[in-house]
């Protein structure tokens, strides 16, 4: 998301961002409106058509999109999501407010499918999913990072690289936990290659 967002044109777009486990219609409000630099109204409805009068002045004298990003979105409960479908009907459909844009994990789109989240489902335009790397992808995914951390030479030996696979399933969050507790564990014991070994040991003795 932040790669995405670096690429708007400012003068185009606005770009309001939301992450909250616990996100409710009000505070959803809240936080869209403090972030155009409003003081939110206390009740819901007032909230809602202060934030509408804002973004269509935002749009009109601007020429700006607001482009809202709903993070954690697979936690928003059923009022919450309802409220979603509310924003993205406008003026009976004739036009979208803002571009929304929610992400979360899997859950998200299991939960979208589900016959009651049909009206807000038909509204999606764009479904985008991040799949687990392969074997290879993973190697080569663990040798950018080196990279870019500044290693002039391969750091993870290939049995290291198969065991981070095995372990993590080709999650990205398993294989960077994973090879920062392997980098640690070999700092510690003054290792300057993490082989296969390194890894199994810190899998077995911090992360089973």
Not at 6 to 11: G, Q, R, T, Y
Not at 74 to 97: G, I, T, W
Not at 137 to 152: C, E, S
Request: with cysteine.
């Amino acid at each position: 998301m932040r790669k995405f967002t670096e690429v708007l044109d400012p003068a185009k777009y606005k770009v309001l961002y939301l992450s909250d486990s616990k996100l409710t219609p009000r505070h959803f409000y809240k936080g869209l409106l403090e972030q155009l630099g409003c003081v939110s109204k206390f009740y819901r409805g007032d909230a809602k058509r202060q934030l509408h009068r804002d973004i269509e002045l935002m749009r009109g004298i601007h020429r700006l999109l607001p482009v809202v990003v709903v993070d954690e979105a697979h936690l928003l409960d059923r009022e919450m999501l309802e409220e979603v479908r509310f924003q993205l009907n406008f003026k009976m459909d004739a036009q979208s407010p803002m571009a929304l844009i929610l992400v979360g994990q899997s859950e998200l789109w299991d939960r979208l499918n589900l016959q009651a989240y049909a009206a807000i489902r038909q509204r999606i335009d764009l479904q985008c999913k991040l799949p687990h790397y392969d074997q290879a992808q993973t190697g080569d995914y663990i040798r950018r990072h080196m990279t870019f951390a500044g290693a002039d030479h391969d750091i993870f030996t290939e049995g290291a690289i198969d065991d981070v696979f095995r372990f993590s399933s080709g999650a990205a969050r398993m294989i960077d936990k994973v090879c920062t507790h392997a980098l640690i564990y070999g700092s510690q014991n003054k290792r300057r290659i993490v082989d296969d070994h390194m890894v199994k040991r810190v899998i077995q003795g911090e992360l089973s």
